[in-house]
């Protein structure tokens, strides 16, 4: 369900799994202390995103309107 949120203590292990067959998951992560979290992002697996993606992320990354 869109909007949904989750918020694990300080130094939590955790894995977030899609678990639908048909929907994808995207995510915003906000951290205080991130305890090398930004290196495994920039340095992790490449990733890119194709047009349902970026119709989806233009939805709620586009700048306000006046």
């Given amino acids: 369900m869109p909007g949904n949120v989750i918020v694990l203590p300080p130094t939590s292990v955790h894995h977030i799994v899609n678990s639908s067959a048909t929907e994808r998951l995207y ?7 991130d ?4 290196d495994l992002i920039l340095t992790g697996p490449a990733a890119s ?18």
């Avoid at 995510?27 to 202390?33: F, L, R, Y």
């Fill in 35 to 38: 305890h090398g979290f930004a």
């Fill in 27 to 33: 995510t915003i992560t906000g951290m205080e202390n």
């Fill in 49 to 66: 995103f194709d047009e349902q993606d970026a119709a989806v992320l233009s939805t709620v990354l586009a700048p306000a309107t006046a």
